[in-house]
């Protein structure tokens, strides 16, 4: 842990060093959502594993890539794939990206991530705008002593999802004609899938969606000081919601089929901040 701010400025000063200027917004892109990236200008592209202490996902659908260049009169930075805490690591090393956009100054960033819906009025290919989160089961990325350059001992959640960000979401759906529901997203550990029992505890406990990635790096960010806005892309039903198996198939095949409507949104997204 002593090593952290270290190494986050380490790799953040090689990023900083491959690209024009500092960007203003960080961009994470869930399982299957890399299409993204197509939408910027002027693109810069780093390997992962080009990058100092960087980790390096090894699920299918997530490529490893920053991305940097310009959107909607931004300059952005783009995460096109990101390592799940199922995959090994630990969870320090799984929030470590967001450490380093801290160490770069940057101050918003928008989470997006496939996700399994719980509320039965939502349906695949739907778009959730997260209003807050479950991560009872989440592995804290603050546990351990605290690193004051990034943010306090004891951090306030009650605002997790920024308001005024979630209202200009909201409004940018809107203006670009794409439903946007709005929900609880609850953090499971993975990689195995929630069993029937698991998925009824979440939706009496209030949650909307499930999902394997996310809080974590919310979490992390809010503790740098962070605004956070994030996106769930419902991907499939949760498990004992319909008389099925699942399947990682699912998932990549909803997430190819909201392309256009999930680039409209975060493209309007980002022009209103």
């Known amino acids: 842990m002593e090593n952290i701010y270290e190494k986050a400025l380490q790799a953040s000063e090689f990023i900083l060093s491959r690209i024009s200027e500092k960007p203003d917004i960080a961009i994470i892109l ?19 594993k080009d990058i100092p202490n960087f980790p390096v996902p090894t699920v299918k659908g997530h490529d490893g890539k920053l991305v940097y260049g310009d959107m909607e009169g931004h300059k952005v930075l783009v995460m096109k794939g990101r390592v799940h805490y199922y995959e090994g690591e630990e969870i320090s090393v799984v929030t470590f990206p967001i450490r380093v956009f801290t160490c770069m100054g940057i101050k918003t960033l928008i989470v997006t991530n496939a996700a399994g ?3 039965k009025t939502f349906k695949p290919g739907d778009l959730m705008l997260i209003n807050d989160h ?10 351990g002593e605290n690193i004051e350059q990034f943010g306090p001992r004891f951090n ?15 409004k940018a759906a809107k203006a670009v004609g794409v439903e946007l529901k709005e929900g609880v997203y609850a953090f499971a550990k993975g990689p195995m899938y929630e069993t029937p029992a698991e998925i009824r505890a979440l939706e009496k406990l209030g949650a909307d969606a499930v999902g394997m990635s996310t809080v974590p790096e919310v979490i992390t960010a809010k503790h740098s000081g ?12 949760a498990a004992g919601i319909l008389e ?7 998932v990549m095949e909803i997430a190819a089929k909201v392309e256009k409507k999930f680039v409209l949104l975060v493209k309007e997204i980002v022009r209103r901040l």
């Not at 962070?226 to 039903?237: A, G, L």
């Open 30 to 48: 869930g399982t299957g959502l890399g299409f993204l990236v197509n939408e910027i200008q002027n693109q810069i592209e780093v390997d992962y």
């Open 117 to 119: 819906a719980i509320n």
């Open 134 to 143: 479950i991560g009872l089961f989440s592995p804290s990325p603050l546990r």
């Open 156 to 170: 306030d959640m009650s605002e997790a999802y920024n308001k005024e960000l979630r209202d200009k979401a909201m």
């Open 226 to 237: 962070m605004d956070v806005i994030s996106i769930s892309c419902i991907t499939n039903m």
């Open 244 to 250: 099925q198996p699942m399947n990682h198939s699912e």
